[in-house]
């Protein structure tokens, strides 16, 4: 059995980009980047950046164009894909993408009081109180209509 799974949380590098292939469907693409920390042989913190391509397609596409922006915290789950195509220069061009299946969306900023992570939750209970109190813009895509 083969398995081609990524799971990436990161913040936006630029705003999502929407087009519409020729058959219709959406296509939204961003780039993501992600740190990784750790102490070196003489104990001083390091910091690296990995900057990566992601793909949405159809309604996936849609909503990351409506709600993600620059900067954004999200979590992105899909599989990593390699394309190849010849530039205009006649040099042949490489790229890796991530192909994104699913998304979850981080704090938003503003809003009503803190973020969401910044609410502790002790019961499950409490969960339905915390989220009434997250304002969400009046657009047709309603966040109860979001499929994941």
Do not use: C
């Not at 992600?34 to 996936?60: A, P, Y």
């Not at 993408?97 to 009503?112: D, K, L």
Request: proline share 6%.
């Amino acid at each position: 059995m083969n398995l081609n799974k990524v799971f990436l949380i990161g913040n936006l590098t630029r705003d999502p980009e929407l087009r519409t292939m020729p058959n219709g469907n959406a296509v939204a693409s961003f780039g993501l980047a992600t740190n990784r920390m750790w102490k070196g042989k003489d104990g001083s913190q390091q910091k690296q950046t990995e900057f990566h391509n992601i793909v949405m397609f159809g309604r996936l596409a849609e909503i990351a164009k409506q709600y993600l922006q620059k900067g954004a915290m999200a979590m992105i789950e899909g599989r990593i894909q390699n394309r190849s195509w010849e530039g205009q220069d006649g040099q042949k061009k490489y790229r890796t993408e991530i192909v994104a299946e699913a998304m979850q969306m981080g704090p938003r900023s503003g809003g009503a009081g803190k973020p969401l992570a910044e609410n502790p939750v002790k019961h499950e209970e409490e969960t339905p109180e915390i989220l009434a109190t997250v304002e969400y813009p009046e657009d047709e895509i309603k966040p109860d209509e979001i499929p994941f």
